[in-house]
């Protein structure tokens, strides 16, 4: 199953605040940013679901991942992939990231005018 996200993804890490009691939540940018993403793939996931995709998957996947960032910073790939693992376990597409066995990165060329992210699922054979 494939998938794009169109915009800048941000790092998952360091996104978790924490209050005086100890209640976590995530910052406001994070949750601005996962609220758009799962937008972009409400009518995606309901197409793979049409198409008779049995979701959320509940065995080991592969994610393939062709990234596309819109300015010439350093990336934190690691934490770009905590909020895609994230991102993907709240849209209904995977039951839970533990089940995420391995990643293929490439990263394109800087399009300041169309970032986006295209990754895909591939279940891997038990």
């Excluded at 941000?10 to 939540?25: A, L």
């Excluded at 994610?63 to 960032?69: A, E, F, Q, R």
């Excluded at 597409?93 to 293929?104: N, P, Q």
Aim: glycine share 8%.
């Amino acid at each position: 199953m494939m998938f794009i996200l169109h915009g800048q993804m941000p790092s998952g890490k360091n996104q978790v605040k924490i209050t005086r009691t100890g209640h976590r939540y995530p910052s406001s940018r994070f949750v601005a940013w996962r609220d758009d993403a799962m937008q972009q793939l409400a009518p995606q996931v309901a197409a793979h679901a049409q198409q008779g995709a049995s979701l959320p998957i509940g065995s080991t996947i592969r994610l393939s991942c062709y990234y596309v960032p819109g300015d010439k910073r350093v990336r934190d790939v690691p934490g770009i992939l905590d909020a895609l693992c994230h991102l993907i376990v709240k849209a209904g597409l995977l039951v839970d990231d533990g089940l995420v066995r391995g990643v293929i990165w490439e990263e394109g060329e800087m399009d300041r005018k169309a970032p986006s992210l295209e990754f895909r699922i591939v279940p891997l054979l038990s």
